[in-house]
C-alpha cells in the first residue's frame, strides 16, 4: 500500500471479497469512503479488513465485492483465464505443509516446550507437549481424565500451563480491545462514549451477532456481548459491524486483549453462566445508541 501510494497509483484493485462503496471520480475523499459486507457471504472477507485505514479505503477497488463465485467463474471462462477451474484455496495459504505448528516452532520455540495440564481448580491433571498444539473451547485430545467433560479455557505461556475446566469457564460476556480502527461516521469517542448498538464478529466464519460498544477510562475500548460467547481468546481479531445483515456496512475492530466472563454493574452488564443481559438498571437504557441513528 506504501509502494502504490508513492507512485501515485489512484486505483489500486485487490482479489479480496468486500465492497467499498463512494462517489464518483476515482479517488474518493475520506469522508465517503465506506467498507461493506461481499455480496458473497461465504467469502466475504471485510472481517480480516477492519484494520484498513480511512485513507487506504480511499483508494481501493475491490472488483469482485459485488459478485458471486459462480459469477467470478463464468467471467474467468469467457476470458479463457487458466484460473477459471483453480480450485478453492483452503486453510493458511502461507503454510505450505498445512501444519501451523511448524511456523510457530521457528518463532516462538518456547511454545513448544511441555507443561502441566491444570484444571481451573489449581489441580494437576497430566501434561502437555507444548501450548501451542491447544487452541481455546478444545474438548478432544487432551488426554486427561476427568468425570466431566472439560475444554481448554486458557493457554498461560509464562507458566507453560494449558489450564482446563467446564463449559462454563469458556463463557464471556465481555471483551476489552487494543490497536481499535474506527472507520464509521465521526468519531470512535463521540459515538460509542455513551454505548452504541453494532453486531461484531469474532470468528471469520460467524454471523455478526449484537453487542455493545463502550469507551472506557481513557483510550480503553470494551465490547459488551448480547447473548455471550463461548471460547473467545485474546488475540482474535472483534470486528464491528453497522447491523447484522448480509450487506452491512463495517465500522472497524480491534485485537481482543482481555475477556471477562462477568462485568460489574457499573459497566452495565449482568454477570451470568448463561446469557448475558446488557442493561441492569433503567438509567442506563436511554444511552445505547443504535448504529442507524448515527447515520450508517
Known amino acids: 500500500m506504501r509502494h502504490l501510494?508513492?507512485?501515485?497509483?489512484?486505483?489500486?484493485?485487490?482479489?479480496?471479497?468486500?465492497?467499498?462503496?463512494?462517489?464518483?471520480?476515482?479517488?474518493?475523499?475520506?469522508?465517503?469512503?465506506?467498507?461493506?459486507?461481499?455480496?458473497?457471504?461465504?467469502?466475504?472477507?471485510?472481517?480480516?479488513?477492519?484494520?484498513?485505514?480511512?485513507?487506504?479505503?480511499?483508494?481501493?477497488?475491490?472488483?469482485?465485492?459485488?459478485?458471486?463465485?459462480?459469477?467470478?467463474?463464468?467471467?474467468?471462462?469467457?476470458?479463457?483465464?487458466?484460473?477459471?477451474?483453480?480450485?478453492?484455496?483452503?486453510?493458511?495459504?502461507?503454510?505450505?505443509?498445512?501444519?501451523?505448528?511448524?511456523?510457530?516452532?521457528?518463532?516462538?520455540?518456547?511454545?513448544?516446550?511441555?507443561?502441566?495440564?491444570?484444571?481451573?481448580?489449581?489441580?494437576?491433571?497430566g501434561r502437555h507437549d507444548g501450548i501451542v498444539n491447544y487452541t481455546i473451547g478444545q474438548r478432544r485430545g487432551l488426554k486427561i481424565a476427568g468425570g466431566e467433560p472439560l475444554y481448554v479455557v486458557r493457554l498461560d505461556a509464562e507458566h507453560r500451563q494449558v489450564v482446563v475446566g467446564p463449559r462454563e469457564s469458556l463463557h464471556t460476556v465481555a471483551l476489552e480491545l487494543r490497536d481499535v480502527n474506527w472507520i464509521g461516521p465521526q468519531t470512535f469517542e463521540e459515538v460509542a462514549r455513551e454505548g452504541l448498538g453494532v453486531h461484531v464478529r469474532i470468528r471469520s466464519t460467524h454471523a455478526p451477532a449484537p453487542a455493545r460498544l463502550q469507551v472506557i477510562g481513557r483510550n480503553g475500548t470494551r465490547v459488551l456481548l448480547a447473548d455471550g460467547e463461548y471460547g473467545v481468546a485474546p488475540g482474535q481479531a472483534c470486528v464491528f459491524y453497522a447491523d447484522g445483515s448480509a450487506r452491512a456496512r463495517v465500522l472497524g475492530g480491534g485485537w481482543i486483549s482481555r475477556t471477562l466472563a462477568s462485568v460489574g454493574d457499573g459497566a452495565g452488564v449482568a454477570s451470568s453462566a448463561g446469557r448475558a443481559g446488557l442493561i441492569t438498571g433503567p438509567e442506563t437504557a436511554p444511552q445505547l445508541k443504535n448504529s442507524r441513528e448515527i447515520g450508517l
Not at 501510494?5 to 462517489?23: E, F, L, N, T
Not at 480511512?54 to 467470478?72: C, I, N, T, Y
Not at 478453492?88 to 511448524?102: A, E, L, N
Request: aromatic residues 8%.
Open 5 to 125: 501510494q508513492s507512485a501515485d497509483q489512484v486505483s489500486r484493485p485487490a482479489r479480496h471479497r468486500s465492497r467499498p462503496r463512494r462517489g464518483g471520480a476515482r479517488h474518493w475523499p475520506l469522508h465517503r469512503a465506506r467498507l461493506y459486507r461481499a455480496a458473497d457471504a461465504e467469502r466475504d472477507q471485510s472481517y480480516f479488513l477492519f484494520a484498513t485505514t480511512r485513507d487506504q479505503l480511499s483508494g481501493l477497488w475491490f472488483p469482485l465485492g459485488g459478485m458471486r463465485k459462480a459469477e467470478v467463474r463464468a467471467l474467468a471462462r469467457q476470458l479463457a483465464l487458466p484460473v477459471a477451474e483453480k480450485s478453492d484455496s483452503q486453510d493458511i495459504c502461507f503454510v505450505p505443509t498445512g501444519r501451523y505448528t511448524q511456523v510457530i516452532d521457528r518463532l516462538r520455540p518456547d511454545a513448544v516446550e511441555a507443561g502441566d495440564i491444570v484444571h481451573v481448580n489449581g489441580a494437576v491433571l
